[in-house]
């Protein structure tokens, strides 16, 4: 490739890793070793760089601990892509940054759009509001880009909670009444690295926020129903879904009970397409289920 690299902060994440993986020659990973919010630690590391665009995968996405760790989640969620947007500014290059469907409070009734007011309802939403500001405010060529319910077939998400539950119970109880967008980690690095490309050959491209998540929408007891039936089908563990109110699975961070985000925008302006959500989270049951379950004693679980 001629161009310099894009420079991936975040690559040991299920974001990060899908952007190493696909984006080849084109990205280049930073090492786990940068702390995102030590601004002399962030200025070394990318000195050792050339890059021609910033992807910030890197963040602090503990929903529940945030509430008892505000300033290790503002530190990194707000204060380290401030720092990320000087560095961006100061070589000229675009920063991709990712947010969250959490900065929205979830009372509206439709889709969220990327114009709507934000509103967040925990310390994890407000931290990553906080790094929204920033970026607008520090990187003169950015896109913000919110994301929801990431999934991938590494790390720590509903699909790999889901398969290691089933594991060992018949049953688990999960909430029905929170809706929101389940989204492939690897289709969002697709979209981010596309965005980046253009953002680095037409410097003109205006910046903004927009959404990307893979089409369609669930609840959580459907999306848990959805893993099950795919993993089935494929010799791997399942479970009967209780489906529960929120009410029932009481958690530290409240969470937005709408929080399903509208793509028109970004499909418009980037010329991107988004799969539906099925497909898009069967693909990652497929890579993780090997046809070897064994359904042990009836046990109960609650998970949102
Ligand atoms: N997961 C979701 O459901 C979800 C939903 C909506 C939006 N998002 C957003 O999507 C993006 C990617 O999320 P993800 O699920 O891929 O996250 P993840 O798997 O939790 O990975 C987070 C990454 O951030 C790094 N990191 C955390 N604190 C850091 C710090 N202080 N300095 C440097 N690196 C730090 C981690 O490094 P270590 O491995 O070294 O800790 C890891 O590489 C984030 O912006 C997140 O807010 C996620």
Redesign the pocket.
């Known amino acids: 490739m001629g161009a310099a690299p894009i420079l991936i902060i975040?690559?040991?994440?299920?974001?990060?890793r899908e952007l190493v993986r696909l984006g080849g020659d084109d990205v280049r990973g930073c090492g786990?070793i940068?702390?995102?919010?030590n601004a002399d630690s962030v200025s070394r590391v990318l000195a050792r760089h050339s890059f021609g665009a910033i992807i910030n995968?890197?963040?602090?996405?503990a929903v529940d601990r945030a509430e008892g760790e505000p300033i290790d989640a503002w530190?990194?969620n707000a204060l380290?892509p401030a720092i990320l947007a000087s560095h961006a500014a100061k070589r000229d290059v675009p920063l991709l940054h990712?947010?969250?469907?959490y900065v929205f409070s979830g009372d509206q009734g439709d889709c969220y759009r990327e114009t709507d007011p934000v509103r967040p309802l925990g310390v994890y939403g407000a931290s990553?509001e906080g790094g929204e500001q920033a970026v607008r405010a520090g990187a003169p060529r950015h896109a913000i880009v919110r994301?929801?319910?990431?999934a991938s077939a590494h790390?720590n998400?509903f699909v790999t909670t889901m398969l290691r539950l089933a594991e060992t119970r018949d049953t688990v109880r999960v909430v029905g009444d929170q809706h929101g967008s389940p989204t492939s980690?690897t289709d969002l690095a697709n979209a981010l690295l596309a965005m980046a490309r253009r953002m680095m050959a037409e410097p003109e491209t205006p910046s903004g926020t927009w959404h990307f998540v893979n089409s369609g929408e669930a609840s959580w007891d459907a999306y848990a129903r959805h893993i099950f039936a795919e993993s089935r089908l494929r010799g791997g563990p399942f479970a009967d879904v209780v489906s529960i109110p929120t009410s029932e699975y009481p958690t530290p961070a409240r969470r937005p009970a709408n929080s399903r985000l509208a793509t028109a925008l970004t499909m418009e302006t980037w010329g991107l397409q988004t799969r539906p959500w099925q497909v898009a989270i069967a693909e990652i049951v497929a890579t993780l289920v090997t046809p070897s379950p064994v359904q042990s004693a009836p046990n109960r679980e609650t998970i949102s």
């Open positions: 975040g690559e040991t994440g299920q974001l990060g786990p940068l702390d995102l919010a995968a890197a963040a602090y996405t530190a990194a380290g990712v947010s969250t469907d990553k994301t929801a319910w990431l790390g998400n980690a």
